[in-house]
């Protein structure tokens, strides 16, 4: 057990968060970008350690947990090698003299991050923000301490001064408070729709900015031309990665009629021939799913769904025995008003749905409340970048499998939250994007320029 921290501990962490702001963000994006650099090899050189403790604490495969912390080095790596590039003025044309714009750290961050990928969000959310001179609170998922810990360790061994980021161990009922404290600045959350709505709300009231990183029922769109070995094969992959435990994991699998037989026949044997067990065993595929009630929420969406009309082809059922398992499913004849279409399944289920063709494809991809990843499969490239344009999604994958990148921006629309991590769009995401104007006007001849229209 590890004790929740009382007023004094974060009290202590918010003074010494807000006393550490002012020297981050004098150390200029030059010594940050060495400090992220030794992030990175800190990661690596531990890898082996930290990739099980995340195996250790939520279930997921060895081999994904050990990709989990790479990825992380990867991108503070990236981040190091790029911050100053991204961060650096902005000259704009206009009636002045000079005219720039700026980026400025707002100050301190908290991050209200979820358990599934314990490193990675964590990181995702910390290395921009830290990178453009904010520090940052974390408040991570109770059910992952050791995880939220050892985040902390990272960075202090990598040699981030003290306060620069900090590990509260404190519960979700503690977050609007923090919110509400003048000395945080932003924050950033990935969760899931109730806890963002919660943290909209808490942050609108005290004028706070916000990121939201929410669920997702991404749709993976197969049609008619697609090569089909490949999109069942990364199909299979795609939901069923991270136990299916994943915000961005494909979730409705939407087939065009005239293949869909072949479709389901490749992606129920793929899903079929994958190994359930210990997550520790390099062999294995699918662990066990985080906790309890997960398994049970998953058992009563298969269930309802199936009660009406949805057909498993492989799967269907909680495995009995030690730890929360789930067989892998694929349910084909999945129509709206069934849970598996309607809702978000955070596990290794697929919901396979038909449809008549590529217009009929689009329709049933936006018919959801969520916007966060999608994929669209064809051997028409040019034609799947003009579907493209009209997913309401975030992030639109042709022909592969959606995934977080440090280069491209990452976020959604709709009930799937607001902001985008990562890339430069990320880096500036808790920025003052200042504007610089140096006098005098430019004239011609001898009149000023006439200024901007204004706005009444």
């Known amino acids: 057990m590890f004790p929740e921290a009382d007023e004094s501990a974060v009290e202590a962490a918010l003074e010494r968060g807000w006393a550490a702001r002012h020297g981050w963000r004098e150390a200029g994006v030059g010594m940050r970008a060495v400090l992220m650099r030794s992030v990175a090899g800190v990661l690596r050189a531990d890898k082996a350690r930290y990739a099980a403790l995340l195996t250790s604490e939520m279930g997921k495969p060895i081999v994904e947990a050990e990709a989990e912390v790479e990825k992380c080095a990867w991108t503070a790596g990236w981040i190091a090698e790029n911050a100053e590039r991204l961060l650096a003025d902005e000259p704009v044309e206009s009636t002045a003299t000079e005219s720039y714009v700026r980026f400025q750290p707002l100050g301190v961050i908290l991050a209200v991050m979820p358990w599934n990928f314990p490193f990675w969000q964590a990181f995702r959310a910390g290395l921009p923000a830290l990178s453009a001179g904010n520090v940052m609170l974390l408040k991570h998922s109770s059910n992952v301490p050791q995880a939220a810990i050892a985040i902390e360790e990272v960075f202090r061994e990598a040699g981030v001064p003290e306060g620069v980021f900090q590990t509260l161990l404190i519960g979700s009922a503690r977050v609007e408070g923090l919110i509400a404290d ?5 924050v950033t959350l990935t969760g899931s729709e109730k806890a963002g709505m919660t943290v ?29 070995d490949m999109a069942a094969t990364v199909a299979c992959r795609a939901r069923n990665q991270n136990n299916g435990q994943s915000c961005i994991a494909a979730k409705r699998f939407i087939v065009e009629e005239s293949v869909a037989d072949q479709f389901e026949a490749r992606f129920a044997g793929a899903v079929a021939a994958l190994k359930v067990g210990n997550p520790m065993d390099r062999q294995n595929q699918v662990g066990p799913l985080a906790r309890a009630d997960l398994v049970d929420e998953l058992e009563r969406q298969v269930r309802e769904s199936i009660r009406l009309g949805a057909r498993p082809l492989v799967g269907g059922n909680r495995i009995h025995g030690d730890g929360y398992y789930y067989e892998p499913t694929v349910l084909a004849n999945v129509r709206p008003g069934m849970p598996a279409y309607d809702e978000e399944t955070f596990g290794p289920v697929a919901a396979v749905i038909r449809v008549k063709d590529a217009d009929d494809a689009l329709r049933v991809a936006n018919d959801t409340d969520f916007g966060l990843g999608s994929n669209i499969w064809t051997s ?4 799947g970048k003009k579907l493209a344009e009209k997913v309401e999604a975030g992030l639109v994958f042709i022909n592969g499998m959606v995934a977080s990148d440090a280069r491209l921006p990452f976020g959604g629309v709709k009930r799937s939250g607001y902001g985008r991590e990562l890339s430069e769009y ?7 994007i200042q504007t610089v104007w140096v006098g005098p006007a430019k004239t011609d001849g001898a009149k000023p320029a006439p200024p901007p229209p204004r706005a009444e």
């Not at 003048?182 to 932003?186: E, I, P, S």
């Not at 028409?380 to 034609?383: A, G, H, L, Q, S």
Request: aromatic share 4%; glycine share 12%.
């Open 182 to 186: 003048h000395r945080v600045a932003g």
């Open 200 to 228: 909209a709300e808490a942050a609108g009231k005290a004028l706070k900015k916000t990121v939201l990183e929410l669920g997702g029922s991404d749709p993976f769109v197969v049609l008619a031309d697609a090569d089909l």
């Open 380 to 383: 028409d490239v040019e034609r």
């Open 426 to 432: 990320g880096i500036k995401e808790f920025t003052n």
